[in-house]
């Protein structure tokens, strides 16, 4: 199983970057895909999630409103869209995918599973 995160950068306050994920190795019809943050000196926090049947999502309060995740079956990729960035939503951010994973596990690192490699987003001007 592999999940190949890219797409991260450098990005102004307020801009706009999209990360996505990449999955191969097995089916994750019963999982759910999703993204989580760690920035220097701080936990692994989780971002958002997305039941791959069904399109179920989850967001962090931090994001909510900011940040839309989404998932394209045909090419097996979970996409991140992050508008409105702030400076501390700066990390490094990670997918990951969990089984068969209820509503009150969904934010629970370990619950999940695989994991990427992850890509840094910083904002800063």
């Known amino acids: 199983v592999q999940l190949q995160a890219s797409g991260g950068g450098l990005v102004q306050p307020g801009g706009s970057l999209r990360v996505s994920c990449a999955a191969s190795g097995r089916s994750f019809r019963d999982y759910v895909m999703a993204w989580f943050r760690q920035a220097p000196g701080k936990e692994r926090e989780f971002v958002a999630g997305?039941?791959?049947?069904?399109?179920?999502?989850f967001y962090a309060d931090s994001v909510k409103g900011r940040f839309t995740i989404s998932k394209d079956n045909a090419k097996n990729t979970v996409y991140l869209q992050m508008n409105n960035l702030k400076p501390e939503d700066t990390a490094v951010y990670y997918c990951a995918a969990g089984p068969r994973l209820i509503a009150s596990t969904v934010r629970t690192a370990g619950r999940y599973d695989y994991w990427g490699q992850g890509t840094q987003v910083t904002v800063s001007s």
């Open positions: 997305i039941r791959w049947s069904g399109g179920g999502t």
